[in-house]
């Protein structure tokens, strides 16, 4: 699933590369449809042997590493604020496109996921007219 998204998750050094990111994730799900591995990984946690919950937390963990790594970049760059959480937004934005999967495979719309990415990436972009602490704490 993250090699779908390449090479644009590796790619957010720009507002651009964002965008893009954004895309391929709704493409992949738009192609997917209400068919997510994930998720359906997910949906079993009760019944997850430890060593499957320990695979699934470790590409949760990467996906959210990969994403942090993209707010990092465009801190350098001063398009995103130096004192925001660059680890605590990507879990946020993480956690809002797998919200917005869960809600696209009850309902089969894909809105909430389209508003995860773009509030997320709206976010990041305003990050920088808010000020100081205040980005890294909302």
Known sequence: MLSDQQPQLGELTSWAGWLAWRDTVLARYRAQGQQCPLNALVSQLGRMTPGTQAVLAELMAGWQA??????RSMQAAGEVAADLDADRTAAG?????????????????ITPLE???DLGIQYLRASRLISGRAAGQL
Not at 66 to 71: D, E, H, K, M, S
Not at 93 to 109: C, H
């Open 66 to 71: 990969q994403i942090a790594v993209g707010v």
């Open 93 to 109: 934005l993480l956690a809002g496109i797998q919200g917005g999967v869960v809600m696209m495979m009850s309902t089969g719309d």
């Open 115 to 117: 508003a995860a990415l």
